[in-house]
């Protein structure tokens, strides 16, 4: 993978490339980026021009064997680790290297993926990927060889903050002191979720999300959309050029999540003073408890997405709405006064709250159950008040 396949962050381009031909290489790094930004395919790119000795800011034709070794994905000194689950086929146990083909498929449909993209190539339903310490003891093994070629040994870790404490505890005095010629280049989108110790034996590179002219830009000459339907899409993206994609095939989640989020606003109007609605919430409630637990937390989000988008209509700040529901019969301009800064507080944190519970795999019927009727108050809660 090359830098100049990677979308925008030019600045970390040469920040990358200027550190490597100085020999100031770190051997622990640390990328943050929100979903969608481009930080795993930066790391690939990044491993590529060390391990086979590019020069300048891209591939050379004398390395050729080596690059192409890395456009498949099977350089023997270029190494992953990311969150797994068990399957039919491993039924207990998982590693990283248990599920390499899937990943190289991962990565070559999804190289701005997300988990749920991940989990999908899995099969995953209601389990939850991890990072255990059996993938840290087979990094130790793996590092401790020499390298093939003779250069750079790449160890990618891919959603660091999946990492249970077990792994990371193994990780630490590897991450400290690395063998000969090793790099570690952690990746991760929520940066306090990482234990305080692995962070602090890493330089950290923050990636902003990409700006909506590189998303529309590139929408308009790889996938041959028109300007203003590229332009439209870049703004609902939000510099995520996954959810881009997923806008243009038609296959986001969103789709599905808006008209989640109606049934459920509408229910919890309807449920002041008739009793009769909360039968509606409950069933709502077990619909959404049906499904995964990642697409629990990705839903929760969307809606905190919702409330905040209502407020900003409702405070004349239209220029930072980008959501557009096609709901039938629903305008976000009519559910706009009902989300004031006289609830919003207590409504994200309601929402925040059973996302953590969910998370740690409290029951979601109770936990959606009890997040329903508490909506219910907070959304008819006068904003004179």
Known sequence: MLFSE??????????????????????????????????????????????????????????????????????????????????????????????????????????????????????????????????????????????????????????????NIAASNKLLKLLEEPTDKTVFILISENEEDILQTIRSRCQVLYFNGLPENVIAETLISQENVDEKTAIKIAHQAQGNYNKALHILKEDNDELSFEKCFVDWVRAAFRAKGNAAAIHDLIAWSEQIAGLGREVQKKFLIYCIDMFRQALLLNYQAEKLVYMEPSVENFKLEKFAPFVTGNNISEIFKELSDASYHIERNANAKIILTDLSIKLTRLIHKNYNE
């Open 6 to 163: 990677i979308l925008g962050h030019e600045h970390i381009k040469n920040h990358l490339t200027m550190s490597a031909r100085q020999g100031r290489i770190p051997h622990a790094q640390l990328f943050i980026g929100p979903e969608g930004s481009g930080t795993l395919a930066m790391a690939i790119a990044y491993a590529q021009y060390l391990v086979c000795q590019n020069k300048g800011k891209e591939n050379s034709d004398e390395n050729e064997a080596c690059n192409i070794k890395f456009n498949n994905l099977q350089h023997p000194d270029l190494h992953f680790v990311y969150p797994t689950v068990t399957t039919e086929d491993v039924k207990s146990k998982p590693k990283s290297i248990d599920f390499l083909q899937d990943w190289r498929q991962f990565i070559s449909e999804y190289p701005y993926g997300e988990l749920s993209d991940w989990y999908k190539i899995l099969g995953v339903n209601n389990k939850q990927g991890e990072i255990r310490v059996d993938d840290a003891q087979e990094i130790l093994k793996t590092l401790a060889l020499k390298s093939h070629e003779g250069s750079y040994k790449i160890m990618i870790i891919w959603m660091a903050d999946k990492m």
